[in-house]
């Protein structure tokens, strides 16, 4: 569905349209919508209807109208630091927004059932680290996408904050997907041809808010193996408020640099130092994962924590940080990257 608005040029007019329709209502939606340009979601041959209010899909690839993306943005009522668990990820166009409010704190988990969405959604991801100048202008809490069948999810898993849901919910499946969610945190999901906002108030209270007629694909039952057993989905929410500490230790950077680094480069780092300690030591984890050689070691990249080869020389600008646009098989660093 869409077509609620009128048409655009380009992304900035898509949300000047959007705006003027009232479904973008807020200053954070509407920041995040005109970072992650639309047209670098679609395939090339079909980037002319990329700024309609309408829905697109070829094969396993979807998006949906504009026009519903805001209501989902505005009715999830996202902050900074929470834990956000998109259910049908697709290509990542709305993760990626949200990420730009969630900042270096937040989780963003998405599950996704078509391996080849998955692929499609890390190569777009790639591409906006890459190349989006969006990317050294916000705080990102960058989207880590699981292949499965969203109703599968492993009831070991953490609850979210937010969590929404991109195909239509039978209702058999409301309270299946309420069981997600942290007291406190809102679920959208469209149930029963109504695009729906859920609040958890209590562990057993609820306050439901129909917020306008949608029309989505069901989703998909799970398909068990040959077994009879179903494939659990994994996924593991770490909290970035302890790893996030003022008291961590800035090993690596000299005083001086430190105190001239912005706020958000500094919390970036003490992430990357929490979550080097929460695995015990320093010296615990060993080499990074897929490199062989040594000496190793570790750098932010949009508020994550990456591993890097350091024989591959760059020269360290000023101490203790490497330069923007760095790459070291394959990835891009952040405005700085620390050695930890």
Request: a neutral charge; aromatic letters at 8%.
């Amino acid at each position: 569905m869409g077509g609620a608005v009128s048409a655009g040029e380009d992304n900035d007019e898509l949300i000047d349209n959007l705006k003027e329709a009232q479904y973008i209502r807020t200053e954070l939606v509407e920041q995040a919508f005109r970072a992650v340009d639309r047209a670098d979601y679609y395939l090339e041959e079909f980037k002319e209807n990329a700024y309609k209010d309408l829905a697109w899909k070829h094969g396993n690839i979807h998006l949906s109208a504009p026009c519903i993306y805001s209501e989902v943005m505005e009715a999830l009522d996202l902050q900074p630091g929470l834990s956000f668990l998109n259910l049908g990820s697709g290509t990542g166009y709305l993760s990626s927004m949200v990420g730009l409010i969630l900042g270096p704190f937040g989780v963003n988990h998405g599950v996704e059932l078509h391996s080849d969405v998955i692929e499609y959604a890390k190569q777009k991801l790639d591409f906006f680290i890459r190349t989006s100048d969006s990317f050294d202008k916000f705080d990102f809490c960058e989207p880590s996408f699981v292949i499965g069948n969203c109703l599968e999810i492993s009831p070991d898993c953490s609850q979210y904050d937010r969590v929404y849901c991109g195909a239509g919910v039978q209702k058999e499946h409301e309270e299946y997907m309420k069981s997600l969610l942290k007291v406190g945190g809102i679920l959208v999901m469209p149930l029963e041809e109504k695009l729906t906002k859920i609040t958890r108030t209590g562990p057993s209270a609820w306050e439901t808010k129909k917020i306008l007629a949608v029309s989505f694909a069901p989703l998909i039952q799970p398909c068990h193996s040959e077994t009879g057993k179903s494939r659990l989905v994994q996924l593991r929410v770490i909290s970035g408020h302890a790893i996030g500490s003022r008291r961590l230790p800035q090993k690596g950077v000299n005083s001086a640099t430190w105190k001239a680094l912005p706020e958000r480069v500094c919390s970036q780092y003490r992430r990357a130092r929490g979550l080097l300690l929460s695995h015990g030591t320093l010296s615990s984890l060993g080499p990074p994962h897929g490199h062989t050689s040594q000496p190793a070691g570790w750098c932010v990249v949009g508020g994550l924590l990456r591993s890097i080869d350091l024989t591959r020389p760059v020269p360290a600008t000023p101490s203790g940080c490497r330069p923007r646009r760095s790459k070291h098989r394959g990835w891009r660093s952040s405005k700085y990257c620390f050695l930890v």
